[in-house]
């Protein structure tokens, strides 16, 4: 049983079901049934029309269950409405289910979740244990989801902006457990790029492969966070990187910027730089700035400010992060980093401790902390 081809068929066939008049929650269900009688057939008696096979059975599924609950008159109607035999449409609707899980009444969580169960296929346990939070907890959070699309027509213009930002937040999930959310995000992403045109969208996927091609050096083997300066870059995918910067140099050629086209760049500048003493900082505030008018987001003037720390000096870095929020998550991170840069090596100690209390995540607290350790041993010496 070939369960990839399975999930790679689910997205259009849950879009013909219910281009087909289906409730979105009702056809998800009738989707998920057939899929489960696909894995109980098909390895005795394959069909030769799998998409074919799927939609069939997936509107009978959904036909016995509304048959409790709807109108006869109701029923006789989507009879008449059932596929005739035969072989599919070989047309994709994958992309509309973009549109519709990233719809904008959904709260950011839940479009990202809705996302990875209808078009990722992912079962909602996957999902969970990704997310580090209950099964019952995520499944009422896509059902809460598929409620609330429910009633969207698949002819309202589609968002592709709405579209990237629930990719690249899943691309940032990372990964754990069975699931590798940043490796699902790259397949979904270029399920978009083949059926969108659009600058901005090659963008977002060469900022995900320059990103992802550094995946193997970012962890020392005790799980410890390893700094970009100080990774192994025999170890980065160079086969990622070139891809990276092919589909990035075909974006930015068309002179339609956008701001994951400005995110890929800089990340492409790391990824050509042979050493980290040979980076091209200069380059790389420049595209910051670009970035920066662009989002207008004070965590982009943030890392602007190191940019400028490495380019022109600690001091000029710090007057740059002098203009900024110190409530700034790892502002006070960058503020450690640009001190001890500059010499200042109790400044920097201590402030590495505070942005260790501030930390999000366990792994980079116990990086801040052993900072921290290293520059007070240092001291003492």
Known sequence: MDEALLRSLTPSVLTLLVRRGADFAAAEDAVQD?????????AADPPRDAKGWLVTVA??????????????RRREDRVEEEPAPGPAA?????????????????????AVALTLRAVGGLTTRQIAEAYLVPEATMAQRISRAKRTVSGVRFDRPGDVATVLRVLYLVFNEGYSGDVDLAAEAIRLTRQVAAAIDHPEVAGLLALMLL??????????????????AEQDRGRWDTGLIAEGVGILQTALARDRLGEFQAQAAIAALHADAPTAEETDWVQIVEWYDELARLTDSP??????????????GPRAGLAALAALDAALPRHTAVAAYLHERDGDLATAARLYAEAAHEAPDLAERDHLTRQAARLNAHRRR
């Open 299 to 312: 965590v982009v003037r943030l890392n602007r400010a190191v940019a400028v720390g490495e380019a022109d």
């Open 34 to 42: 057939a899929l489960v009688e696909a894995l109980r057939v098909w």
């Open 211 to 228: 990103h992802h091609a550094r995946r193997a050096a970012r962890t020392a083997p005790d799980g410890s966070l390893v700094p970009l």
């Open 59 to 72: 509107w009978r599924k959904f036909l016995d269950a509304t048959r409790a609950d709807t109108a006869r």
């Open 90 to 110: 070989a047309v994709d609707d994958t992309l509309q289910l973009y549109f519709l899980c990233a719809h904008p009444s959904l709260t950011p969580a839940s």
